[in-house]
């Protein structure tokens, strides 16, 4: 039997535990953490390109200088030490780190003419001779990608030194030797074997052998194929 009271008191229960459709539920306050460098241990960091990757990324995709697609930058038939494209030509030597290499450039016979000395002094890093600026001003880099081989004329005194200079090089050149002889005949460099991407050239060095002395180098028909 149950009493009168209890089932009063069931009722009351029941009631209280009913759902009120109008009622606004406010929501559990939600613990709130400060923000941390990384989400996990196990997420890796997000790389950012630096200005340096950016500019190179700028020399890869720049366009190649003007005049480059015909592929000559000098025959000298003009009699004068001038190029077909870039900034032209300039004598240089170690004295910028300084050597005492001295050379003298001129045009004779429709080619470049180089008469110098090698300073005993300045070994193993002396050198003398003409060097071309591919880009608009002087060690300004320009874009040889397209056309990475290096063709010209040499006879004289060997072996004749070539050097390429490159942003992505830093300050020192890549080098290499060229064995010439008496007579006139026709050689090939890859600049891709000292520079990986010739995307950033700001110089090619011609010059004299590697030893103290004097010498006489001839150089004609400079292209890039």
């Known amino acids: 039997m149950v009493l009168p009271g209890f089932l009063a008191l069931c009722v009351a229960m029941l009631a209280c535990n009913k759902t009120n459709p109008d009622a606004t539920v406010e929501p559990t306050p939600e613990t709130t953490l400060p923000p941390t460098e990384h989400a996990g241990d196990d997420e890796p960091e997000q790389a950012t390109p630096s200005d340096e990757d950016e500019a190179r990324e700028r020399a890869r995709n720049a366009p190649p200088p003007a005049g480059l697609a015909a592929g000559v930058i000098a025959d000298f038939e003009s009699g004068e030490l001038r190029s077909e494209f870039g900034a032209g030509w300039q004598l240089a030597t170690d004295a910028m780190q300084g050597g005492a290499s001295k050379v003298k450039l001129s045009v004779e016979n429709g080619a470049m003419k180089m008469v110098g000395t090698i300073d005993e002094g300045s070994l193993p890093d ?90 006489e180098v001839h150089v004609d028909d400079v292209r890039l194929r």
């Open 126 to 215: 002396a050198w003398a001779g003409a060097m071309f600026f591919p880009g608009d001003q002087a060690m300004r880099p320009a874009n040889l990608d397209s056309k990475p081989t290096l063709m010209f004329q040499a006879r004289g005194d060997g072996p004749l030194m070539v050097m390429v200079f490159a942003e992505q090089l830093g300050t020192t050149p890549a080098k290499t030797q060229v064995e010439i002889g008496e007579e006139w005949a026709k050689y090939e460099v890859d600049l891709r074997t000292l520079v990986a991407e010739p995307y950033d050239v700001t110089a090619i060095f011609f010059g004299g052998p590697p030893r103290a002395g004097q010498f």
